[in-house]
């Protein structure tokens, strides 16, 4: 059974850093594409960032694309999601996913498996 367990969320200041992990058990990791989603008090799951099963591909948000990275280490059946100069707007839980199509997908509707998710929030 395929478990995705997400850490690094937390509490941080307008213009600070955060990096999330997310580690997949259960299956071969490298077989996975993985993504990142966000989910806003109120709002619907956004996508955020996803990497392709071999770390080829990636798309961003718009919004994060100049500010977060997306990266994976197949050795270590883990995605990252490097968030740096973090807004107010960024404040979300933020939830790793797997898909079987090992390609990027952007929708939380093309992903098979997700994390808990953890919690990011953005103070001044």
């Known amino acids: 059974q395929v478990q995705l367990v997400e850490s690094g969320g937390g509490l941080v200041q307008i213009g600070g850093s955060l990096r999330l992990s997310c580690v997949l058990s259960g299956h071969t990791f490298s077989s996975y594409g993985m993504g990142w989603f966000r989910q806003a008090p109120g709002k619907e799951r956004e996508f955020v960032a996803a990497?392709?099963?071999?770390?080829?591909?990636?798309n961003y948000l718009d919004s994060v694309k100049d500010r977060f990275t997306i990266s994976r280490d197949n050795a270590k059946s883990t995605v990252y999601l490097q968030m740096n100069s973090l807004k107010p707007e960024d404040t979300a839980v933020y939830y790793c996913a797997a898909t079987f199509w090992g390609v990027i997908q952007t929708s939380p509707l093309g992903y098979n498996y997700w994390g808990q998710g953890t919690q990011v929030t953005v103070s001044s």
């Open positions: 990497i392709s099963w071999s770390g080829n591909s990636i």
